[in-house]
């Protein structure tokens, strides 16, 4: 069960839409606000690794110092 990863520099909102709509959650999660929980936990957990958050209006982008996220 491969839950999806950030890719770097995506927006919170690209990466939640991704997530929400991956066939993988999709089969697994069928319940949408567990696949909600699961995917916004995913963004948290990036955005605690972040060297920086860069915020507009209602969005986010995490990004970081080093190559590797």
Not at 26 to 39: K, P
């Amino acid at each position: 069960m491969p839950i999806p990863f950030p890719n770097k520099k995506e927006k919170r909102s690209e990466f939640l839409s991704r997530c929400m709509d991956d066939k993988v959650m999709n089969d697994e999660f069928n319940n949408i606000s567990q696949r909600y929980a699961i995917c916004f936990k995913k963004w948290e957990d990036k955005k605690k690794a972040a060297s920086a958050i860069i915020e507009s209006k209602d969005d986010e982008v995490a990004y970081f110092m080093e190559d590797n996220n």
